[in-house]
């Protein structure tokens, strides 16, 4: 039986599930896997604070010390979050030859491969499922069952409080203001939600699974990114008519050697598999080049999903302790980030238009001198001076559409609301 001494940092929602999964499954994990974990330490920031009476026995200090000077203590688990303590906390504990663990995506997507380096660097383990998605365990799948395939395209709803504020807008028919309170006392949104809802959270997991997948280093100004803020029920029901649902989807897609990176509202037809996906969970689709379309699917978030990640890796570790590699895959492509011409997608476009002759005329030649045909136009009952004018176009690039966008902002009468994309896999890219 070989044992580990386990020292965590935090006490949180994460580090409590993995507590009591860690108690829970301890003899389960010995006679599986050979392992008996020992819980030495734990550090919080704040010792006053109030735990649960099942947490009694535990050795709780403030002190990092306990933990990363204790030659005893084998593997490190930072579950604080935020960067600079725990990038210290982190580089700390691999120069002193353990094992590290961790879900901080935030860290990971700037940091990853740095901090890779020097795991490998001390001959080490550094690991971090619980990172990207929650309970669903897509890291390992990319780097165990679809290692062999080539990866053309990543589409993931990856933040649990966008995709529950979309999915109780839709259901309940209640405004985005009214979803968000929803979320936020259901304890899913925080009390400023920007990091979720402005699609921060997502970028930075898809910082991850683009470095891990495509081996291209990124930075957040790298990705298209927007926001839920401004979907309304019209847009709901418009969609709705059309055939399709709005999801926050972060997306990496590769098309002729170029890479494409986006985090925003995305019509993602009812019949893709990530049209059902509701409320807090979260869904990952990866497009292989010979395994085709494939769904991983779960609990993006809370006590034991994410936890249950963590555990994951601390069994993965074990079974590679003679020769501890980083979870990062360390390989560096040629892959080059995608140009205005290379950004290619049918959009959903709303306008407010005002209500008099020769408008929408206008409207139709600022496409047209782009070369860009409509899929779909629909035109409202006017409100006042004004009418909702919604069009939906064929596949076009950036570059032919910003033209079109800069004459509208110039142009009396013709104002964009909102833009968003249409899902659009690899092969529609190439035929487009």
């Not at 890796?313 to 080059?336: A, C, G, R, V, Y």
């Amino acid at each position: 039986m070989k044992n580990y001494r386990i020292g965590i940092f935090g006490l949180g929602t994460v580090a409590s599930g993995l507590i009591k999964i860690l108690k829970k499954e301890k003899i389960n994990y010995q006679n599986r896997f050979n392992v008996n974990f020992e819980l030495s330490q734990v550090v919080v920031h704040d010792l006053q604070k109030k735990r649960a009476p099942e947490f009694d026995g535990l050795n709780i200090s403030d002190d990092p010390a306990k933990i990363i000077e204790d030659p005893a203590i084998d593997i490190v688990i930072e579950l604080i979050g935020g960067k600079t303590v725990a990038k210290n906390i982190i580089e700390e504990s691999l120069q002193t030859g353990k094992h590290v663990i961790t879900a901080n995506k935030d860290l990971i997507a700037s940091e990853g491969r740095k901090l890779s380096r020097l795991a490998k660097e001390k001959h080490v383990g550094l690991f971090y499922e619980a990172a990207v998605a929650g309970g669903i365990p897509i890291l390992r799948s990319l780097s165990n069952s679809l290692a062999s395939d080539e990866i053309e395209q990543i589409n993931g709803i990856v933040n649990g409080t966008s995709n529950f504020i979309l999915s109780q807008m839709r259901q309940n028919k209640i405004s985005y203001a009214a979803a968000l309170k929803t979320a936020q006392e259901k304890g899913f949104a925080e009390a400023d939600p920007s990091n979720d809802v402005d699609g921060i959270d997502a970028a930075y997991k898809l910082q991850i699974l683009a470095d891990f997948t495509f081996g291209k280093q990124i930075n957040q100004r790298d990705i298209q990114m927007g926001g839920i803020r401004t979907i309304t029920q019209a847009d709901l029901q418009d969609v709705t008519d059309l055939g399709y649902e709005i999801k926050l989807l972060a997306s990496a897609t590769v098309i002729s050697n170029k890479l494409e990176l986006s985090v925003a509202p995305t019509l993602v037809p009812k019949g893709h598999p990530l049209a059902s996906v509701q409320n807090e969970n979260n869904a990952v689709f990866v497009n292989g080049r010979y395994s085709g379309g494939l769904m991983f699917y779960g609990p993006g978030a809370g006590e034991f999903p994410t936890a249950n990640s963590v555990a994951a890796d601390l069994i993965e570790l074990t079974k590679k302790i003679d020769q501890p590699e980083s979870f990062n895959t360390n390989f560096s492509s040629d892959l080059t980030l995608a140009k205005p011409k290379d950004r290619i997608a049918s959009r959903y476009i709303v306008f407010n238009v005002a209500n008099r002759p020769g408008v929408m005329h206008k409207l139709s030649a600022f496409f047209l001198m782009s070369d860009i045909n409509f899929r779909n136009i629909r035109q409202y009952d006017p409100v006042g001076d004004n009418t909702r004018v919604v069009i939906i176009t064929y596949p076009a690039s950036d570059a032919q559409l910003n033209p079109v966008k800069t004459t509208i902002r110039k142009a009396r009468g013709v104002e964009i609301i909102h833009e968003f994309k249409l899902l659009i896999e690899p092969k529609e890219v190439t035929n487009a």
